[in-house]
């Protein structure tokens, strides 16, 4: 790699940007995620006549140019002379006289003749970025293995609709690529089953797949998703305490393991986690209910360690699965909830081959407790 510092105008900058000359978002970038205080800051800076940090540039033998480090500094700038925002002062770049910011010099390292391997672009993203906004997890593995098999399976799940249409992911979650984190743990547990969160995705990172296995991983998502999508009849998940990553992963690998049982029973189940879900139940705090209490405190408390996940899992493998003649423990508790809390009598009735499948009359929609 071979690197120098030059100065550039603003002028020069939004020259390159309009005539399509720098791309400010190659693939190992980031989404531009700066809030409106933090764009108003980075333009009072210049009025001010701050100095910028350093932004870094390579530059292609084609005579383009990509933005290593600086996006979201040069797209505020941009945006700003497009009269896309106000400033501090509640003024467009318009009521400005004209070319300001113009001949304004920013500190740029240009840098050439990056190879694969230590040196590449990539990896020098990942280092530079170690200041600033940190670079979470997901934004890591975006920006140093955007172009992997198991990265480009987990683009492949990310974009899968019926996923997009439960409308989990907030605006900001998915600004910080918070939502691929996810994602990247649900397609670990498919190739490898529940493990510690990272560990099996770092894996992954470095594997090889073929695109037959990677086809049958994406299938298998796919179905597991679309039961969930129809879930959304009984109550929409984004209004339910499974929209949550924990609560969610644990259903996800629910459905994957009871996948060839029918539709109507695993809407009987859920009917069960919304009844939980709308009366509060699980809660850290909840020492009369303490299954209920343990499955919280193990959506919190390590979290995302094996053991945790496992325990969960079982959590719900008692309370909506119970094959044998009696009501499990986490039945009971429930049932004693109902009883004492609501009034109300819980019973139970054969769900299928569960002996102890809770009924249905507990969806919020059908009776109002």
Request: charged share 30%.
């Amino acid at each position: 790699m071979k690197y120098s510092n030059v100065e550039w105008t603003i002028g020069q900058l939004m020259d390159l940007i309009n005539c399509n000359r720098i791309n400010l978002r190659p693939p190992y970038q980031r989404n531009f995620i700066w809030s409106p205080k933090d764009q108003k800051l980075l333009i009072e800076s210049l009025h001010k006549g701050y100095p910028l940090p350093n932004f870094f540039i390579l530059k292609n033998e084609d005579n383009t140019y990509e933005m290593v480090d600086g996006q979201q500094r040069a797209i505020t700038i941009h945006k700003f002379i497009n009269n896309e925002f106000p400033d501090l002062h509640k003024k467009y770049y318009r009521e400005y006289a004209a070319n300001s910011f113009q001949d304004y010099k920013l500190n740029i390292v240009l840098l050439e003749d990056f190879k694969d391997g230590i040196e590449s672009k990539e990896e020098f993203f990942y280092l530079v970025n170690k200041r600033g906004v940190q670079l979470n997890p997901s934004e890591v593995n975006h920006a140093y293995y955007h172009d992997t098999d198991f990265m480009k399976l987990v683009n492949r799940m990310s974009d899968y609709q019926s996923l997009i249409d439960l409308d989990i992911f907030t605006d900001k979650t998915a600004l910080r690529m918070n939502d691929r984190s996810l994602i990247e743990e649900l397609a670990a547990y498919l190739f490898k089953g529940i493990t510690d969160k990272r560990n099996a995705v770092e894996d992954l990172f470095e594997s090889k797949i073929d695109n037959e296995k990677a086809n049958v991983q994406y299938v298998r998502f796919c179905k597991i998703i679309d039961r969930i999508k129809a879930f959304q009849a009984i109550k929409p998940i984004n209004q339910t305490r499974y929209k949550q990553r924990n609560d969610f992963y644990t259903l996800f690998c629910f459905i994957d393991v009871h996948i060839e049982d029918t539709i109507e029973v695993q809407m009987e189940q859920f009917k069960v986690l919304v009844f939980i879900s709308n009366n509060g139940l699980i809660s850290p705090s909840n020492d009369e209910y303490d299954l209920f209490k343990e499955y919280a405190i193990n959506c919190v408390s390590q979290s995302n360690s094996k053991r945790a996940r496992e325990l969960r899992l079982s959590f719900f493998e008692a309370l909506l699965a119970n094959q044998s003649k009696d009501p499990s423990e986490e039945q009971l508790q429930l049932i004693e909830f109902a009883n004492n809390e609501l009034d109300k009598e819980l019973p139970l009735k054969k769900c299928n081959k569960y002996e102890n499948g809770l009924r249905e009359l507990i969806y919020l929609g059908c009776v109002s407790w």
